[in-house]
């Protein structure tokens, strides 16, 4: 083999590499799907059980994605409020690729800071998007 054909068939093996590169990181298959909001997520269930002498609050929330896409992540936040709307605690639980039509259970253990009233549920965006 020549020193000139050796250069052409690196030449070429360096495109095709660059191209296959490119290929697999333009956003094809999963990832450059379309994905909803977390405005398509409700709470059809929630429950939750006080521990006094521990200072902790154990929620267990069902959501469901009555949207049509799915929803890559999303970030669910339980807060305990007092009667007077003041957060008395909070922790979050990110579910991932919910798919429309889904329901997930969902557990959070929260540290209570003081007396609360009820358990308030919040969707959130997570990853980025909206």
Known sequence: MRLRDARRLAAATGVLLTLS????????????????????????????????????????????????????????TATLKSKSGVSRGANNAFPEGLQPGEKRTLYMTVATHGAFHHVELSFHAADGQG
């Not at 709470?43 to 006080?50: E, G, N, W």
């Open 21 to 76: 590169l490119l290929a697999a990181g333009c956003g094809c298959g999963k990832r450059g799907g379309k994905h909803g909001s977390v405005d398509q997520l409700r709470v059809t269930r929630l429950r939750y059980a006080s521990e006094e002498r521990k200072a902790t609050c154990y929620v267990v929330a069902e959501i469901e994605n009555v949207g049509q896409l799915p929803i890559r992540k999303a970030m669910v």
